[in-house]
């Protein structure tokens, strides 16, 4: 390696440092989204699956508050470091496929600078870990068309499964892999290869627990997301938002280098044959299931995080290695030295936003209700209420709202979500004791009680409200009402509705 080889490679380390220490400085400042403190209770009932994915988000929670005890910085901990292991992959993936350490580092960089990647990592989903997953899925990949060696089609099958245990939408992994074996020549022989047998079990048996907690649980995991891919209407508006979403979260000058790559890649302006199509494979299956489904349902943003590799490495090749005409190099040049700088000013934009509301005048924004802003000093106000009136245990009327409560109330503190009891069939239910004296039900000011709950108990009689606030935004005002004397069940016991006639 000579001196400016050298010199670029340790200025893309500290460049990925200093991101990654900025996202943990954000990450103790910001609230937890409600989400993660949904995925923060998974965390604390370790299982092969859950309701809504499979169990790897709460696997990375569960080793970020064991260093860093519950707190906002504990459950993103090792997320975010986790960028570090995922940088890696990125920058050996482009040298392997594309050659040179300059597009290597360029691939690095653009990733980490996207908003996919910074807020991504920061805030803890299970897109999180398929991103890092998918990462090394490429890198494994990249080595199986350097080397030859059909061991690392068992490198291909840990990466998959990791992806897997991340989210089901690592499954379109296998159609990509497929079509790049297909359309390669050189690369058919797998298809007879034991090996890449070999690497698919490596995978199945990753996923195995998923499967086996499935099976135990009438397969409402599967039933609910795979469901998603049935059309019963077909409502395109959903199209509109599908690429100003993918542009915000590429951020925008990352987003034209990854496009104009794709498409050089596309006409073989560049790079072998097998690199080509890859990258192209990896990010065009998964992308063209989503233009499907944005037909008939919204396609949330963080959805597309597992192509993001190779979308990275894509605006790398177009950054460095295509020749261009002269005013599509004016535009390349522009969007190569101002990716960094946009990208990071994106992102602290963002996170100064969300915490404080100063950049809409304190007006309500996209972040307003999901960023538990607000959220500790609400706490302590129920908790007040609380403990007045002598209740054992509080309930809120959706997962979120009992998230909430759960990371935010004392340690320790019985809260419960009387419906939906699905997504806490792996956690230990409050005690009979716990139920049967004063409860305290917390909901929104503007949603009435369900009649179902109405009619469990013989007194019901609000006694305080609280609000939620950012700054002088007031978010939220909720109703306390004590809950006393239940003539039945608490609980509401039926089947979710992927398992009902």
């Not at 508006?237 to 990854?258: C, S």
């Not at 040049?333 to 404080?356: K, Y």
């Amino acid at each position: 390696m000579n001196p400016g080889e050298a010199r670029l490679v340790l200025n893309t380390v500290a460049t990925v440092c200093v991101l990654v220490a900025v996202r943990l400085a954000a990450a103790a400042w910001t609230p937890l989204t409600f989400d993660e403190a949904y995925y923060w209770m998974w965390s604390k009932a370790l299982a092969g699956g859950y309701y809504d994915h499979p169990p790897m988000v709460a696997l990375v929670i569960r080793a970020g508050t064991l260093i860093a005890g519950d707190t906002a910085l504990g459950v993103r901990l090792v997320s975010i470091l986790l960028a570090l292991p995922m940088s890696w992959a990125i920058y050996h993936s482009a040298a392997i496929l594309f050659g040179g350490r300059r597009v290597a580092a360029s691939a690095t960089i653009l990733l980490n600078v996207t908003l996919m990647a910074a807020v991504g990592t920061m805030i803890v989903t299970p897109d999180a870990p398929l991103l890092v997953a998918s990462s090394f899925l490429l890198f494994s990949l990249a080595k199986v068309l350097e080397s030859g060696n059909g061991a690392w089609w068992l490198a291909v099958g840990a990466s998959a499964g990791a992806a897997l245990l991340s989210k089901y939408t690592a499954l379109f992994f296998g159609p990509a892999i497929l079509i790049w074996l297909a359309v390669v020549p050189k690369l058919r022989r797998w298809l007879l290869s034991p090996w890449l047998y070999l690497g698919g079990l490596v995978a199945l048996g990753l996923f195995a627990p998923v499967i086996l907690w499935n099976a135990d649980h009438h397969w409402v995991s599967f039933i609910k997301q795979m469901g998603r891919a049935r059309i019963e209407d077909f409502r395109p508006a959903f199209i509109a938002e599908l690429i100003p979403t993918q542009i915000a979260f590429a951020t925008p000058l990352v987003f034209i280098l990854g496009a104009m790559g794709l498409s050089a890649l596309y006409r073989g302006r560049v790079g072998a044959l097998g690199a080509r199509v890859l990258i192209n494979a990896m990010v065009w299956t998964i992308v063209a299931y989503f233009v499907w489904h944005s037909l008939h349902a919204r396609v949330e943003a963080n959805w597309f995080a597992p192509v993001y590799p190779g979308f990275a490495v894509a605006a790398a090749v177009a950054a460095v290695l295509v020749q261009w005409g002269p005013r599509a190099q004016r535009l390349i040049d522009f969007c190569r030295r101002w990716a960094m700088p946009g990208g990071v000013m994106l992102f602290a934009l963002l996170i100064v936003q969300a915490n404080t509301g100063a950049l809409s005048g304190y007006r309500r924004d996209a972040t307003v209700r999901s960023v538990g802003v607000g959220w500790r000093e609400l706490a302590g106000e129920i908790e007040a209420v609380r403990a007045r009136i002598g209740a054992t245990c509080v309930l809120a009327p959706d997962y979120g709202t009992t998230s909430w409560l759960a990371f935010y109330l004392p340690k320790g503190t019985c809260v419960a979500q009387p419906s939906q009891r699905i997504r806490w069939i792996n956690m230990a239910e409050p005690t009979a004791a716990q139920l049967a004296g004063k409860l305290l039900y917390v909901h929104e000011l503007d949603q009435g009680m369900p009649p179902a709950l109405r009619d469990t108990f013989g007194r019901i009689e609000k006694v305080a409200e609280a609000k939620r606030m950012r700054g002088p935004l007031v978010i939220e005002t909720y109703a306390l009402d004590l809950l006393e004397g239940p003539k039945g069940e608490i609980f509401d016991r039926s089947p979710p509705p992927e398992l009902q006639p």
